[in-house]
């Protein structure tokens, strides 16, 4: 079974509106990690934002934050106000910290190709 | 100039050849990855290294090697590289100290051709 799971290949988003970007995850660990990056067109990897399974508060890092829901196993990443820069592959990642030879390596989604249009 | 630098960054070469990616770091952070990024597959681990004497394989390791030649420098080595071989390889960095989110931080990719 995929740990990461991204359902939503590509989306639209008409400039200056939210969007929410989906990601559900699959562990066993109590401890974990989860992040989202951002791959523009030119192909670097862009840290965006990060949650960590006991925190209580859903991370917010300016226009960007994530959407915990711990029972249902989700990190939404939601973008307000979207811009034209925005345009991008997004990537949710997920950290397993106590899970032996494979602990501390990001495993990634397949990724969603968010297009903001003017 | 980039914490995480790797080279070549665009490479086109032949079914056969033996291929290296270089990587070197000057953030100081002990663990060193490569990851493999193809279309619809998202990124997918190939090594990983914790120390200079600690190398792991990751999800997809056939068909590479790496050496982790100093702290700061982890290439990755395709003995006969394979059409299917043909990517956007990334060198990656993180550091684990008690308080940090051991998020990874990122070369600019390497985008490598098997002809």
């Known amino acids: 079974a995929q740990k990461i799971t991204q359902t939503q290949p590509g989306m639209f988003v008409q400039e200056k509106e939210a969007v929410t970007l989906d990601c559900t995850y699959d562990?066993?660990?109590?401890?974990?990690?989860l992040f989202w990056y951002k791959q523009p067109s030119s192909g670097e990897m862009i840290f965006l934002i990060y949650q960590g399974s006991y925190d209580e508060q859903n991370a917010t890092e300016g226009r960007y934050s994530l959407n915990f829901q711990k029972a249902r196993k989700s990190a939404n990443l939601v973008i307000s106000a979207s811009q034209l820069g925005d345009s991008a592959m997004y990537f949710c990642a997920m950290r397993e910290i106590y899970s032996g030879a494979g602990s501390y390596q990001l495993t990634f989604g397949k990724g969603t190709k968010l297009s903001v249009i003017p | 100039d980039a914490d995480v630098t790797q080279t070549p960054r665009n490479r086109i070469t032949k079914t056969g050849k033996r291929i290296m990616l270089e990587c070197s770091q000057t953030k100081g952070h002990d663990r060193m990855y490569w990851y493999r990024q193809d279309p619809g597959l998202g990124l997918r681990l190939i090594y990983y290294?914790?120390?200079?004497?600690?190398?792991n394989k990751g999800e997809i390791s056939d068909g590479y090697s790496v050496s982790r030649q100093a702290q700061a420098k982890f290439s990755l080595s395709l003995e006969s590289a394979i059409p299917n071989q043909t990517a956007l390889y990334f060198c990656?960095?993180?550091?684990?100290?008690?308080?940090?989110?051991?998020?990874?931080?990122f070369g600019e990719g390497s985008r490598l051709t098997v002809l």
């Open positions: 990656a960095t993180s550091d684990l100290l008690q308080g940090k989110t051991g998020e990874l931080f």
């Open positions: 290294s914790f120390d200079v004497k600690d190398i």
């Open positions: 562990t066993s660990d109590q401890s974990y990690g």
